[in-house]
């Protein structure tokens, strides 16, 4: 499939997605979004893709919702409000969904601002690794008198807590590189002109991996906010004699004796 408003690449095992609609920082717009579904779906459902980076092009990694493209409802049509939840319940919400529910890895390699709904798909990441000049804004409140969205109320205070997710939302401050990891935010912080390779390096490590690796990490992280302690350690015992009995499994053991790399 062709796209206009990203760009998809597979090299050995490597998917990149690359927002790519630089005139508008990347903005969120219906095509962009449609197009993000319809090349998640692709990767989905090939074979030979075992990691993904997701980033953009030119300034911005995304400046988040295409508020130039919003109109006024009229003339007795549906409000804005309305037309907004309806395309967040049809199209922006599945999206942000798929992205967390990938069959493979996925590192996000923020290049400059991540903003608004950007923010959000940006730390839809399993890895997120940004350059220093990048940075993580959430101005809804602040800005729009409106929430912050496309999951960023779930995540942020997975990822910082309560108290700094409370006030990064009322106060809309920009978030750097530098900062975002010292805050749990986001995985790595490097020079701008060494993301991409060090994207690439990450993501190329996390191809040698085992296939099921993320959706099993996910899923026991995810179960682990709500479990107690006893809940967990049944919840791993479960898994681990699930996963035990796997070809993963014995590869690794074998290449620990035979003292060299696995190759899942």
């Given at each position: 499939?062709?796209?206009?408003?990203?760009?998809?690449d597979v090299t050995e095992g490597l998917a990149t997605l690359t927002l790519d609609q630089p005139k508008t920082m990347n903005a969120m717009s219906v095509t962009?979004?449609?197009?993000?579904?319809?090349?998640?779906?692709?990767?989905?459902?090939?074979?030979?893709?075992?990691?993904?980076?997701?980033?953009?092009?030119?300034?911005?990694?995304?400046?988040?919702?295409?508020?130039?493209?919003?109109?006024?409802?009229?003339?007795?049509?549906?409000?804005?409000?309305?037309?907004?939840?309806?395309?967040?319940?049809?199209?922006?919400?599945?999206?942000?969904?798929?992205?967390?529910?990938?069959?493979?890895?996925?590192?996000?390699?923020?290049?400059?601002?991540?903003?608004?709904?950007?923010?959000?798909?940006?730390?839809?990441?399993?890895?997120?690794?940004?350059?220093?000049?990048?940075?993580?804004?959430?101005?809804?409140?602040?800005?729009?008198?409106?929430?912050?969205?496309?999951?960023?109320?779930?995540?942020?205070?997975?990822?910082?807590?309560?108290?700094?997710?409370?006030?990064?939302?009322?106060?809309?401050?920009?978030?750097?590189?530098?900062?975002?990891?010292?805050?749990?935010?986001?995985?790595?912080?490097?020079?701008?002109?060494?993301?991409?390779?060090?994207?690439?390096?990450?993501?190329?490590?996390?191809?040698?991996?085992?296939?099921?690796?993320?959706?099993?990490?996910?899923?026991?992280?995810?179960?682990?906010?709500?479990?107690?302690?006893?809940?967990?350690?049944?919840?791993?015992?479960?898994?681990?004699?699930?996963?035990?009995?796997?070809?993963?499994?014995?590869?690794?053991?074998?290449?620990?004796?035979?003292?060299?790399?696995?190759?899942?």
């Amino acid at each position: 499939m062709s796209y206009e408003r990203i760009h998809l690449d597979v090299t050995e095992g490597l998917a990149t997605l690359t927002l790519d609609q630089p005139k508008t920082m990347n903005a969120m717009s219906v095509t962009l979004q449609e197009e993000v579904r319809a090349a998640l779906t692709e990767l989905r459902n090939r074979t030979d893709v075992k990691a993904m980076i997701l980033t953009g092009t030119g300034k911005a990694f995304c400046s988040g919702a295409d508020l130039g493209s919003m109109s006024p409802g009229g003339d007795g049509g549906p409000s804005l409000g309305t037309q907004v939840n309806q395309l967040m319940q049809e199209l922006s919400n599945p999206m942000a969904l798929e992205l967390r529910d990938l069959p493979f890895p996925v590192v996000s390699a923020v290049n400059g601002a991540a903003a608004g709904a950007g923010a959000s798909v940006a730390l839809s990441a399993d890895i997120v690794i940004a350059g220093k000049s990048a940075y993580f804004l959430f101005p809804f409140i602040p800005k729009l008198g409106i929430l912050p969205d496309l999951g960023a109320t779930w995540v942020l205070p997975r990822l910082i807590g309560r108290a700094r997710a409370m006030a990064v939302c009322l106060l809309g401050e920009r978030i750097h590189g530098p900062e975002a990891v010292a805050q749990g935010l986001i995985y790595q912080c490097v020079d701008d002109d060494q993301l991409q390779a060090e994207a690439a390096a990450l993501a190329r490590r996390l191809v040698a991996g085992p296939a099921h690796a993320a959706p099993e990490m996910r899923a026991a992280l995810d179960h682990a906010e709500s479990a107690s302690l006893a809940q967990q350690l049944a919840y791993e015992a479960d898994r681990q004699q699930e996963l035990i009995d796997s070809p993963s499994f014995q590869e690794g053991v074998t290449a620990f004796l035979e003292k060299r790399d696995p190759r899942f």
